[in-house]
């Protein structure tokens, strides 16, 4: 079956504009994450929606970061006022139901480079 | 102390080698643990998880645990030049009523042919 796809796979955009990533996770899967993935660097937990409970949001960076998930599947990230700091790989995966112990499944990431 | 700590590398091992890879944990509550492998410019895919104490064997790959030491392992047998990576550990918590898998920051492996 299909596997997460996230859009756009690549985004350039000016400081300042505001940025929106999409994100469709597995079909039946309650649970997604965003990641953020620097030049080099690990994976940065940003959020976690878990079926209709409320989702953690512990790894947001700033209030310029927000996410929400419609219908209990796709998300969308937004990134407010961009800065050349938010430049990124950002990453989505899901999992079937986000009990301890799931494999996370990623998508493919949109690479966001702001000018 | 990060969470979940790794070596950054680069890990340069010859092909056929046996390629150690490991990972340290602050989170005695930490229950799950897993390696992703990275290929570069991609995104991560799930090598092994493992949950009790011991060894977990799949194929050239070999996942330890040592809750006691809350230290986590990876071994690839007969390492081959495509298992040149990033390898992430990744440790799954429990924290404020959320279970939070955290990365470390990955360890870069380069097999020489």
């Known amino acids: ?115 | 102390q990060k969470e979940v700590e790794q070596n950054s590398g680069p890990l340069s091992v010859p092909e056929g080698a046996i390629a150690s890879l490991n990972c340290t944990y602050s989170d005695r509550g930490s229950q799950s643990f897993f390696w992703y492998r990275q290929y570069s410019g991609k995104s991560p895919e799930l090598i092994m998880s493992i949950y009790s104490n011991g060894d977990k064997e799949d194929g050239r790959f070999t996942a330890q645990l040592n809750k006691a030491s809350q230290y986590v392992s990876l071994l690839i047998r007969d390492s081959q030049p495509s298992d040149s990576a990033t390898y992430l550990c990744a440790v799954n918590m429990i924290s404020g009523g959320y279970q939070k898998v955290t990365f470390g920051t990955g360890t870069k492996l380069q097999v020489i042919p």
Request: a neutral charge.
């Open chain 1, 1 to 115: 079956g299909a596997g997460v796809s996230q859009s756009p796979s690549n985004k350039v955009t000016e400081k300042g504009k505001d940025v929106e990533l999409r994100c469709d996770p597995i079909s039946g899967h309650t649970a997604l994450y965003w990641y953020r993935q620097s030049l080099g660097q690990g994976l940065e937990f940003l959020i976690y929606f878990q079926g209709n409970s409320a989702p953690d949001k512990s790894g947001l960076p700033s209030d310029r970061f927000s996410a929400e998930r419609t219908g209990g599947s796709v998300s969308t990230l937004t990134i407010q006022r961009t800065q050349q700091e938010d430049s990124a790989v950002y990453l989505c995966a899901s999992s079937p139901t986000g009990t301890s112990g799931e494999t996370q499944y990623f998508g493919p990431g949109t690479r966001l480079l702001v000018l």
